[in-house]
């Protein structure tokens, strides 16, 4: 006879005794005793036993039987570290070691450099911290993390023992901005979630201030669901510079035998009679609002086929021609428009979601200042539909459903855990309330943004709550999308999703929550004949088309001209300023490489310096690439030398102005060096015409003209003046029939 021990993973401190005698297995746990089935502990004992023996990674930087040596992540290694890489992978396959693999290679090459992993949220940066003094050869004080919250940022940014720093990407590109961080000094920067990087987000800007600042930068963006449109798969490989994409899918038979699998159902229900009443009055109401678009000439179709994206065409058009100057009726129009697609949505709260959230968001409209919300909530029917939802007091049909669920499945595994997703937070406080009253240990695990309907909680009670679910003091998690992403969530049974889920990301991270280890479920509710069915089958569709996009999108990777080869293995990397302190906080400039001259001017105020460095910085735009020594300066300014020299020391710490030798030079001008890698957008002469309010006309090399919006533009604001002239990398595009431009830098003025 065998005998295992083996640790009750939802009750510390407890084992129970797996035994095996002459082909036959029992076990000590609730679930064996009362059963007599194959429970959990016995089927971990054979599949370790049947299991070939481990073999681990063995690198002078990886800690002795810590990361599996798996064939498919040492393919992903090999190719990170040969170009910027996008590498995609279904969740719990370790994307996160595969990062450190990387990380560990090049520390190891290249004594001196520094390594630079970024996820989105600081629990995540925290979870990573961990995960990478677990597994790799570095001391506690070799690795920092850097969030919002991180007190003396500019002392873990200078502090020459780290090597490897974790952070969130608003807190490094804020730092960035006020000159703490030398991203030359970093051989690699992580990316994970990079699905996230998108328009302006802070990975797209510190991928691109990276990769024209270091001789040799190197990307490794993580994933498990990039998207399921080519667009926007193709947004994130240009914002990041992505010059191959690596992918694969559970389908592959390499990563099959890591993956015990996740069987996928779904549990159709009928709406509620009392809901169906309210939205039957929610669909008077639309269609009243509709026919007076149709009167107007409008919307020429029957009310049945009016939808959300007709209604947003309509809403594109009147918009394009209230900027041309023909606003009149079209901003009534708009005010219309804007307050039927408000009713929509509370048809979909109805539908999809709680009566909860749907009083919740006509409380909101009630009191909120819009123009749309005012015409809705000054009308009868309104007040009507504000009334039938304050007496509604029936759940929704999925309650009840979800109930079931919990219930066969506990029936079958009565110590494991359950991840119940729900899109509202209002929803999920409601969900979370009533199974605490049929009797289970629920905890809500929602965000900490502020201006959302429902609850909301900090960081450092989301990591209380997941520490009690890990430990088992709760069962059942009820989360919204923030349990989507990274975050290490203990082994689920059971996911269930509230509602379906219609972005192909979100259906491929929720799912991933489960079938991590072992064999899981995961259970969609579905409403019939609701917005349930349409998200129900757009979510498939999407998460299967994944593959193919990712095919189309490899195809249009980047090309990066590194400025520099790769340093030779072995020796120290050749960009870490060794030795150099760190910047200088303000009012202190003993540190600053800009020295102060003998018989400098008393301390200067405030004003004078705010219209030196305009000035200076003015000037400097206007020598463009040629630039401009400290002598040049003062020679065309009446400022005092001391006066100046804080000024350009205020402008280099802002990141709008660098020093190259004994000259100084615009950022802009800089990026549009030849020898760096290829700017955005062509290069422009750009005349100011005419400023209305909201947007610019401008003249574009003196051959045509083009509208330009505030957030299009990224220079000086002082530049954007009647007749004012300057040159720029400028994107030119249509937008409903409009020439637009995009401004990236402004090289010279």
């Known amino acids: 006879m065998r005998s295992w021990r083996i640790p009750s993973q939802t009750r510390p401190g407890v084992e129970y005794t797996v035994k095996e005698e002459n082909g036959s297995w029992s076990c000590t746990c609730p679930h064996y005793a009362y059963r007599r089935t194959t429970c959990k502990h016995i089927v971990m004992v054979q599949a370790e036993l049947l299991a070939p023996r481990i073999r681990y990674v063995n690198h002078p930087l990886v800690r002795e039987d810590t990361i599996e040596d798996r064939k498919y992540q040492r393919r992903f290694v090999e190719r990170a570290l040969e170009a910027n890489t996008l590498a995609v992978l279904p969740t719990a396959l370790g994307k996160t070691v595969i990062a450190e693999l990387v990380a560990a290679e090049l520390l190891h090459r290249y004594p001196g450099c520094r390594v630079l992993l970024m996820a989105p949220t600081k629990p995540l940066v925290l979870q990573h911290r961990d995960s990478v003094i677990k597994h790799l050869r570095l001391g506690e004080d070799e690795v920092a993390a850097v969030t919002g919250e991180t007190a003396g940022r500019p002392d873990v940014w200078g502090n020459p023992k780290v090597r490897l720093v974790t952070a969130t990407p608003q807190s490094v590109w804020n730092d960035v901005r006020r000159g703490l961080v030398r991203l030359e000094e970093y051989a690699l920067l992580v990316f994970d979630e990079c699905h996230r990087s998108r328009s302006r987000y802070a990975y797209t800007r510190l991928a691109e201030e990276y990769v024209r600042s270091c001789p040799h930068p190197l990307i490794l963006a993580l994933t498990a669901s990039p998207g399921s449109e080519e667009e926007k798969v193709v947004e994130v490989v240009r914002n990041l510079w992505i010059e191959q994409v690596v992918w694969m899918s559970e389908d592959d038979e390499e990563v099959a035998r890591y993956i015990p699998g996740v069987k996928v159902g779904w549990v159709r229900v009928k709406l509620p009679a009392e809901y169906e009443r309210i939205r039957s009055h929610i669909r008077g109401m639309v269609e009243s609002l509709?026919?007076?678009?149709?009167?107007?000439?409008?919307?020429?179709?029957?009310?049945?086929?009016?939808n959300r994206k007709v209604l947003v065409a309509l809403m594109n058009r009147l918009r394009a021609e209230i900027d041309a100057g023909v606003k009149g009726p079209n901003i009534h129009h708009m005010t219309v428009l804007s307050a039927i697609l408000s009713l929509y949505h509370a048809q979909e709260l109805i539908e999809s979601q709680h009566v909860h959230s749907l009083r919740l968001y006509l409380d909101e409209i009630s009191r909120s200042e819009l123009r749309s919300h005012r015409v809705i909530a000054?009308?009868?029917?309104?007040?009507?539909?504000?009334?039938?939802?304050?007496?509604?007091?029936?759940?929704?049909?999925?309650?009840?459903?979800?109930?079931?669920?919990?219930?066969?499945?506990?029936?079958?595994?009565?110590?494991?855990r359950v991840l119940i997703f729900a899109n509202i937070r209002a929803t999920a406080e409601v969900l979370a309330e009533r199974l605490r009253e049929r009797g289970y240990r629920a905890a809500l695990f929602i965000g900490r943004a502020a201006g959302k309907q429902g609850p909301r909680m900090s960081q450092e009670e989301q990591m209380e709550t997941l520490k009690a679910f890990r430990e088992g003091a709760h069962n059942i998690l009820v989360a919204t999308s923030v349990g989507e992403e990274g975050l290490d969530i203990p082994e689920c049974g059971l996911v269930v999703f509230y509602e379906p889920a219609v972005s192909g990301i979100r259906y491929i991270q929720r799912r991933g929550r489960t079938g991590r280890k072992l064999p899981g479920k995961a259970v969609i509710l579905v409403t019939d004949g609701t917005v349930d069915e349409y998200y129900f089958r757009e979510g498939y569709r999407r998460a299967r088309r994944m593959d193919k996009v990712l095919q189309q999108a490899s195809k249009q990777a980047v090309k990066v001209e590194r400025k520099s080869p790769r340093p030779q293995p072995g020796t120290p990397w050749p960009w870490r300023a060794?030795?150099?302190?760190?910047?200088?906080?303000?009012?202190?400039?003993?540190?600053?490489?800009?020295?102060?001259?003998?018989?400098?001017?008393?301390?200067?105020?405030?004003?004078?310096?705010?219209?030196?460095?305009k000035l200076v910085y003015e000037m400097l735009l206007k020598a463009g690439k040629s630039g401009l020594s400290p002598q040049n300066i003062r020679a065309n300014l009446s400022y005092s030398p001391e006066t100046i020299r804080k000024s350009l020391l205020r402008l280099e710490r802002e990141g709008l102005v660098r020093k190259v030798g004994d000259r100084y030079f615009t950022t802009a001008a800089l990026r549009a060096w030849p020898a760096s890698a290829t700017p955005q957008g062509g290069l422009h002469s750009i005349l100011v015409e005419k400023i209305y309010p909201g947007f610019a006309v401008v003249v574009v090399d003196d051959s045509f003209r083009a509208r330009l919006e505030p957030s299009a533009y990224n220079?000086?604001?002082?530049?954007?003046?009647?007749?004012?002239?300057?040159?720029?990398?400028?994107?030119v595009t249509k937008l409903d029939g409009s020439t637009t431009i995009l401004i990236h830098d402004v090289v010279e003025a």
């Not at 029936?394 to 979800?402: E, G, P, R």
């Not at 000086?716 to 994107?731: D, Q, S």
């Open 578 to 613: 060794v030795g150099v302190e760190k910047p200088a906080e303000e009012g202190d400039e003993s540190a600053h490489r800009i020295e102060p001259e003998a018989g400098a001017a008393e301390t200067p105020s405030s004003s004078e310096l705010y219209h030196c460095r």
């Open 290 to 306: 509709v026919r007076e678009l149709q009167r107007s000439g409008l919307l020429r179709m029957p009310v049945e086929a009016v």
């Open 378 to 416: 000054s009308t009868p029917e309104f007040r009507n539909l504000v009334k039938m939802a304050a007496q509604c007091t029936a759940d929704h049909s999925k309650v009840d459903a979800l109930a079931s669920a919990l219930e066969a499945h506990f029936a079958e595994k009565p110590d494991d």
């Open 715 to 731: 220079g000086p604001r002082n530049l954007i003046k009647k007749g004012r002239r300057f040159k720029a990398h400028v994107t």
